[in-house]
């Protein structure tokens, strides 16, 4: 007669699965969720959204972020949807920005962009801007006003709060072209 070891996995788990078998698949999902947390937070704050109002009430989302499809030039982007069904955006004029004090900025449209590559249409209520020739930065206690040309020949004029303002204000510069 021999002497059966203690088991170590503990009682047998409905099916006839130890514990320890059912917790093992658990755990490596766990430990791979934590090493992988950081990269997946530092991805969800490269990316900043505020809501906003423009002067006819309209709500707004607003966007920045870097350019993240390699098809296109990287870079900051701004963008801008309307959450407030039937507004539609001009996909071509640039986005004018100014500061109260005199300084102004005229953002490239990059609507574009929106969409894969060749592929179309382009969502009516979007735009995306590159923030490229947001040089120098905006002041971060003065207040900006966004001219966003809408279809036909309306401009929706969105103010930003102290927020926005200083997250414009705090981006990193770009790198410079050789």
């Known amino acids: 007669m021999s002497a059966s070891a203690p088991s170590v996995s503990g009682p047998p788990a409905a099916g006839g699965r130890s514990w320890a078998s059912l917790l093992a698949p658990l755990l490596l999902v ?20 505020w809501s906003l109002r423009d002067q006819d009430g309209n709500r707004w ?21 309307a959450l407030t069904p039937g507004v ?8 004018l920005i100014s500061d109260g004090a005199g300084g102004s ?7 574009a962009e929106l969409v894969p ?15 490229a020739a947001l040089l120098p930065r905006p002041s971060d206690a003065l207040p900006l006003e966004l001219s966003l040309p809408l279809a036909g020949e309306a401009t929706a004029r969105l103010v930003l709060g102290a927020g926005e303002t200083q997250a414009l204000h705090a981006l990193r510069n770009p790198v410079a072209a050789t």
């Open 88 to 95: 539609a955006v001009d996909h071509v004029k640039p986005l």
């Open 61 to 81: 989302s607003l966007r920045i972020f870097a350019q993240p499809d390699p098809a296109y030039p990287s870079g900051d982007r701004l963008r801008l949807s």
């Open 105 to 111: 900025w005229t953002l490239a449209n990059r609507s």
């Open 30 to 49: 766990l430990v791979l969720v934590l090493a992988l947390a950081p990269g997946l937070a530092r991805a969800a704050d490269d990316v900043q959204r």
């Open 117 to 131: 590559a060749g592929e179309s249409p382009l969502p009516e209520g979007s735009a995306q801007f590159d923030m």
